[in-house]
Structures are given as structure tokens and as C-alpha cells.
């Protein structure tokens, strides 16, 4: 199994920046799908940004241009570097990851954004 360990969340201002880091342990990133959600008290989890195993990107339209994902597949981490943080951003971040359709979830680290 695939196990998934967040770190890089905290308290900031708005307009400020935190570079979200997930590592991956007990497999490669060889075709693994590897996402970055969050999840707000009351609200829905929402995809925030994903890496494909062929390269391709998604993002949320409220964050791009704010935030990129990025994987090390050496490494086996994928980073999320959120830039021009708003309260609205304020969520639990969570690293997902698909391979041969198993899933992996971290345990998330949480993100607040305030004055």
C-alpha cells in the first residue's frame, strides 16, 4: 500500500504564501495520479490541483494562477506552492493518490488564512 504524509501547512496572513510538500512511501510514482483537495468545515471536499502520470495539470479556477503543483518523481513528492493566500483558501489539505485504481489518502494539514 501507498502511504501519503502531508507537512507545510500553518497559520498566514492574507496575501501571504505556504508551500505544501506530500511524500509518498511504499511505491514509485510510476503511473500514479497524485492530487492536492481541500475541505472546509461545512463544506464539500473540492479538488484543488492534480498531477497526472503523463504530465498534464489541473487546477481549481479559483486558485490558478496562485498556486502550482509540482512532482518530484525521483523523490516521490508532489508539492503544492500557494502564492497570494486569501481567508477563502482557509481548508484542510489533503494529498490523494491513484495507481492500478487503489487509492491513498493522507491525513492532511491544515491551511488557515487570517488577519
Known amino acids: 500500500q501507498v502511504h501519503l504524509e502531508e507537512s507545510g501547512g500553518g497559520l498566514v496572513q492574507p496575501g501571504g504564501s505556504l508551500r505544501l510538500s506530500c511524500t509518498a512511501t511504499?511505491?514509485?510514482?510510476?503511473?500514479?495520479?497524485i492530487a492536492w483537495y481541500r475541505q472546509a468545515p461545512g463544506k464539500e471536499r473540492e479538488l484543488v490541483a492534480s498531477s497526472d502520470s503523463d504530465g498534464s495539470t489541473f487546477y481549481l479556477d479559483t486558485v490558478k494562477g496562485r498556486f502550482t503543483i509540482s512532482r518530484d518523481n525521483r523523490k516521490s513528492t508532489v508539492d503544492l506552492q500557494m502564492n497570494s493566500l486569501k481567508p477563502e483558501d482557509t481548508a484542510r489539505y489533503s494529498c490523494?493518490?491513484?495507481?492500478?485504481?487503489?487509492?491513498?489518502w493522507g491525513q492532511g494539514t491544515q491551511v488557515t488564512v487570517s488577519s
Open positions: 490523494f493518490a491513484m495507481q492500478l485504481g487503489r487509492t491513498a
Open positions: 511504499g511505491s514509485s510514482f510510476h503511473n500514479i495520479y
